[in-house]
């Protein structure tokens, strides 16, 4: 391949022997839009990897990195120091968490933040003198990134190849709270943990949760002294009409992950906002250190894009926009539902869907999803290829007519993937 990095780069998720011949090099990038090195103009239906919710090239949120990066490039908030967008930004957080008392602990990403709470979750539990409660469960279908924790929380069984990396971990069906209940007493009540929760599941294949699912788990985990961990890493910042997502099913969780749209990815950061119970042993008496923390917790850029991006999300109403923007795309995606390709959608349940691609003609060709990306792309929009879906979930500042623009889109790269089957 003739350009720098070619023949070097592994990307992530990736066929590395079939990148080669399928690599679209992005330079620029500007509000909904994105263009590669050869000037190629794409929608971006997928707000990069669900985390441009703000949109790309916005001065407010890239004057605020660069104003920070010529103050305090960067210094560590381990032990006590600390620096000013750090300190501001727990505040911003926890003052709009559905958290009881919030602390929060920064990190950079999600995958971070899964740890950091998996960790959390027992490093309480030996607290408050329960140390055999160890065990973590997630949902079938789930997505918690790919450190440790999130390799065996994975509800993808391709995910978890090379682990487990750490012991004590079950996995429940994604829909069915009254098995979750069922789980934690065959576990043992007194051994299980925390449960860890999407409130719509988004690599899985966007799966929003069942009617009074969510609420329901809550109750199981209350019920029996499981701490409930809601990944809101996809959900957050708007995505679901809400902060942190988890608001829209009426749950206070003990914690919530949040990472991606924090930033709208300007800059890496994650999180985890702890629920003052969970995070009073290591408040209130002295000497309990808990002893964990990635080099760039705090990083002042970082925490510098978050308050500017979190200000353009009040400023524009982007949370509003996404309630009204859902059931245009639901709409829209509904409308492909009569393809051939297609066997249902699934969206409405915050600016985010999927189209589930038909199971029979999925079985005679080989990675139809990949196949349904290349050929939207080629009409000049990105969308996510899953394992048997397409999913979708736009910058928030998207409008009506670029949803026009996306589903036209879609239908004709169905229809050329039809065509050649
Ligand atoms: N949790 C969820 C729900 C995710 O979708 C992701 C990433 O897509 C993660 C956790 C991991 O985040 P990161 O890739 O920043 O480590």
Redesign the pocket.
């Known amino acids: 391949m003739d350009s720098p990095g070619s023949a070097t780069l592994w990307h992530p998720f990736a066929d590395m022997n079939a990148v080669r011949s399928s690599r679209v090099t992005l330079a620029r990038a500007q509000d909904v839009w994105v263009w590669d090195t050869k000037d190629r103009r794409y929608f971006d239906g997928t707000a990069a990897?669900?985390y441009a919710n703000a949109g790309h090239g916005r001065r407010e949120i890239i004057d605020a990195v660069t104003r920070q990066l010529r103050q305090l490039d960067a210094y560590q908030i381990f032990g006590s120091f600390a620096n000013e967008p750090a300190l501001r930004l727990a505040d911003e957080l926890s003052a709009r968490a559905p958290v009881d008392g919030g602390k929060v602990f920064l990190t950079s990403?999600?995958?971070?933040?899964?740890d950091t709470a998996a960790k959390l979750a027992r490093a309480y539990f030996i607290a408050v003198g329960e140390p055999e409660r160890t065990v973590l469960l997630h949902r079938e279908h789930s997505?918690?990134?790919?450190?440790g924790a999130?390799t065996v929380l994975a509800g993808i069984p391709g995910n978890r190849v090379g682990g487990p990396f750490i012991p004590d971990v079950a996995q429940v069906p994604y829909d069915d709270a009254g098995t979750l209940d069922k789980a934690i007493v065959h576990y043992g009540r007194e051994r299980v943990a925390a449960f860890f929760l999407?409130p719509v599941m988004?690599?899985g294949g966007v799966l929003p949760p069942p009617d009074g699912y969510v609420q329901a788990a809550a109750q199981a985990c209350r019920r029996h002294g499981v701490l409930l961990v809601v990944?809101a890493?996809?959900c957050g910042f708007g995505r679901l009409g809400a902060w942190f997502g988890i608001e829209r099913f009426g749950v206070r969780p003990d914690m919530v992950?949040f990472?991606?749209g924090v930033t709208s990815g300007y800059q890496?950061l994650?999180g985890v906002v702890i629920s003052e119970r969970v995070a009073a042993p290591f408040w209130d008496e002295p000497g309990r250190i808990f002893k964990h923390g990635p080099t760039y917790s705090g990083h002042p850029a970082a925490c510098a894009a978050a308050l500017a991006t979190i200000d353009v999300l009040e400023r524009e109403e982007l949370l509003e926009r996404s309630r009204e923007l859902e059931g245009p795309l639901a709409d829209r995606l509904t409308s492909l539902a009569d393809h051939p390709l297609v066997s249902h959608a699934r969206a409405g349940t915050g600016f985010i869907g999927a189209l589930q691609l038909d199971g029979g003609y999925a079985a005679r060709c080989a990675d139809l999803p990949g196949r349904v990306f290349a050929a939207v792309r080629d009409r000049g929009a990105l969308i996510r290829p899953m394992i048997s879906s397409v999913a979708f979930s736009p910058p928030l500042t998207a409008t009506e007519e670029h949803l026009d623009f996306l589903v036209d889109a879609v239908r004709g790269g169905l229809d050329d993937v039809h065509r050649s089957l």
Do not use: F
């Open positions: 990897l669900w990403g999600g995958g971070d933040s899964i997505y918690h990134g790919t450190h999130g999407e988004g690599a990944d890493v996809i992950v990472a991606k890496p994650g």
